[in-house]
T-cell receptor, first 114, second 112 residues
Framework: AQSVTQLGSHVSVSEGALVLLRCNYSSSVPPYLFWYVQYPNQGLQLLLKYTSAATLVKGINGFEAEFKKSETSFHLTKPSAHMSDAAEYFCAVSEGGATNKLIFGTGTLLAVQP | KAGVTQTPRYLIKTRGQQVTLSCSPISGHRSVSWYQQTPGQGLQFLFEYFSETQRNKGNFPGRFSGRQFSNSRSEMNVSTLELGDSALYLC???????????FGPGTRLTVL
């Protein structure tokens, strides 16, 4: 069965610093991979997705992620953190095909210090 | 395009009652999925509907059910509510040709 592991349930960075949120997946075939962000009392917003077209994926709000098959990783980065980036981030995997079912990681709460 | 809408946004029920939550997908999206989010279990898949047919189901008891209408709107029902059903219930819609789901704001269910 597909699974996703997010290392670090809490990450704290200073404003302007690099943001790195880690995600590893377990799959024998290249899956679809996603990063979502959730602000307090809101639903999930799609940041970016990997669908095998390109290994470096750019998303909204300056975020990007690189698919590395050899490491089964899909880490999320942003060169310079902004206060508005403080939120919870979820990595998710989908098998694709006939289902859109997503399997989520446990989430990483990002705090941005002034 | 309007996003995914869910009603009601907040709901308080007591144990043993039943509840129905509603979801209207993005126009043109025929696939609707439901997820339960709790602090302890995280985000868990409930079920997925496509063209009024359930095509995938998560590991939840039979008290959780859903349906989809011909206009792609979906409802989920929870019968005989338990305290542990308190959660944020999220609905998401998508199209087969474009991987990735778009989520609504959720319905916050509190069971007392």
């Amino acid at each position: 069965a597909q699974s996703v592991t997010q290392l670090g349930s809490h990450v704290s960075v200073s404003e302007g610093a690099l943001v790195l949120l880690r995600c590893n997946y377990s799959s024998s075939v290249p899956p679809y991979l996603f990063w979502y962000v959730q602000y307090p009392n809101q639903g999930l917003q799609l940041l970016l997705k990997y669908t095998s077209a390109a290994t470096l994926v750019k998303g909204i709000n300056g975020f990007e992620a690189e698919f590395k098959k050899s490491e089964t990783s899909f880490h999320l980065t942003k060169p310079s953190a902004h206060m508005s980036d403080a939120a919870e981030y979820f990595c998710a995997v989908s098998e694709g095909g006939a289902t859109n079912k997503l399997i989520f990681g446990t989430g990483t709460l990002l705090a941005v210090q002034p | 395009k309007a996003g995914v809408t869910q009603t009601p946004r907040y709901l308080i029920k007591t144990r043993g009652q039943q509840v129905t939550l509603s979801c209207s997908p993005i126009s043109g999206h025929r696939s609707v999925s439901w997820y339960q989010q709790t602090p302890g279990q995280g985000l868990q898949f409930l079920f997925e509907y496509f063209s009024e047919t359930q095509r995938n189901k998560g590991n939840f008891p039979g008290r959780f059910s859903g349906r989809q209408f011909s206009n792609s709107r979906s409802e989920m029902n929870v019968s005989t509510l338990e305290l542990g059903d308190s959660a944020l219930y999220l609905c998401a819609s998508s199209v087969p040709s474009n991987p990735g789901q778009f989520f609504g704001p959720g319905t916050r269910l509190t069971v007392l």
